[in-house]
């Protein structure tokens, strides 16, 4: 009876990897990722238009990583000078004029004006 039971045991084990196979194929999706269409679009857009990545303000030193080129401040980039450095754009001037490069596209918010009221109300007071 031993004998017996061996061989149907290995044809019992070839018979389900084989019918296990067939599913090790399927690759899961990640339920996460953007569809297709965007992603082709981001990757697909146009570069960025300016080469500033970074401003380096310090008692130091003043400079700008302009396409990852270190400039300091009077130095050269290309056919332009850098003339001026703030916390947030830096200013080339060249034979065509100047041209401002800012680190951050600008967002359009607006800030709050200041409250014009001599008597500000005061907070109701809770029980």
């Known amino acids: 009876m031993a004998d017996r039971l061996i061989p149907a045991q290995a044809l019992g084990a070839i018979a389900m990897l084989t019918l296990c196979g067939g599913s090790a194929g399927q690759t899961l999706t990640d339920p996460t990722r953007p569809p297709l269409e965007l992603m082709q679009s981001a990757t697909m ?3 960025p238009r300016t080469p500033l990545q970074s401003i380096l303000l310090s008692g130091a030193r ?3 990583i302009l396409n990852g080129r270190y400039v300091p401040l009077g130095g050269t980039y290309g056919k332009a000078t850098l003339v001026k450095i703030t916390e947030t754009d ?3 001037k060249s034979d065509q004029g ?3 490069l800012k680190l951050y596209p ?5 800030t709050a004006a200041p409250s ?3 008597n500000p109300q ?3 007071k809770r029980p």
């Open 62 to 64: 003043k400079g700008a």
């Open 90 to 92: 830096v200013t080339l």
């Open 122 to 124: 005061k907070a109701a």
């Open 116 to 118: 014009t009221e001599k």
């Open 45 to 47: 857009g146009p570069a």
């Open 98 to 100: 100047l041209e401002v």
């Open 106 to 110: 600008s967002s359009g918010k607006t």
